[in-house]
T-cell receptor
């Protein structure tokens, strides 16, 4: 069975500050890991994903995440927050042995950015 | 490239009524997913199709929910009869063959009164 825990349902940062959104996963099979962003009244947009290979993954809008197997973590970071980053962020996991399996999502973290 | 289309965007019904949602995936995407997103939670899979066959419907409440994907393209999700706890956003996603990236539509927000 697989599961995802996102620590902190709300994170608030100032514009220009570091963004750190935490994600821990549980998986009995090699995981594929994803971060999605959801703006109000919109669907989910893929930020980045880890499948195999390099453990530091770069995504869109300056975000990156590092897969740490020993810590079962996949935290999302961005060096400098912009007002436009305010949204809800979801971490998700799928079965790395079977392409195309459904995603299992965390409960999400709402990011607020103040000026 | 056109994205995943869903309609309607919003729907308000009374409990015990029926409702249907429609999804048109990205052209060429063989896999289609329906997720339910309750307020304050992450999306949860309801059903997964591969072309017009069901891959996983283990979390679909089959006494009231049904879904079909005729001809392996468009899909409809139906709820009959609706309950108050069905109030949620219903997200449709699709993915190309052999990949892990899912592309999501804007969702249908259902309110059951």
């Amino acid at each position: 069975a697989q599961s995802v825990t996102q620590l902190g349902s709300h994170v608030s940062v100032s514009e220009g500050a570091l963004v750190l959104l935490r994600c821990n996963y549980s998986s009995s099979v090699p995981p594929y890991l994803f971060w999605y962003v959801q703006y109000p009244n919109q669907g989910l947009q893929l930020l980045l994903k880890y499948t195999t290979g390099a453990t530091l993954v770069k995504g869109i809008n300056g975000f990156e995440a590092e897969f740490k197997k020993s810590e079962t973590s996949f935290h999302l970071t961005k060096p400098s927050a912009h007002m436009s980053d305010a949204a809800e962020y979801f971490c998700a996991v799928s079965d790395g042995n079977q392409a195309g399996t459904a995603l299992i999502f965390g409960k999400g973290t709402t990011l607020s950015v103040s000026s | 490239e056109a994205g995943v289309a869903q309609s309607p965007r919003y729907k308000i019904i009374e409990k015990r009524q029926s409702v249907a949602f429609w999804c048109n995936p990205i052209s060429g995407h063989a896999t289609l997913y329906w997720y339910q997103q309750i307020l304050g939670q992450g999306p949860k899979l309801l059903i997964q199709f591969q072309n017009n066959g069901v891959v996983d419907d283990s979390q679909l409440p089959k006494d009231r929910f049904s879904a079909e994907r005729l001809k392996g393209v468009d899909s409809t999700l139906k709820i009959q009869p609706a309950k108050l706890e069905d109030s949620a956003v219903y997200l449709c996603a699709s993915s190309p063959p052999g990949t892990d990236t899912q592309y999501f539509g804007p969702g249908t927000r259902l309110t059951v009164l």
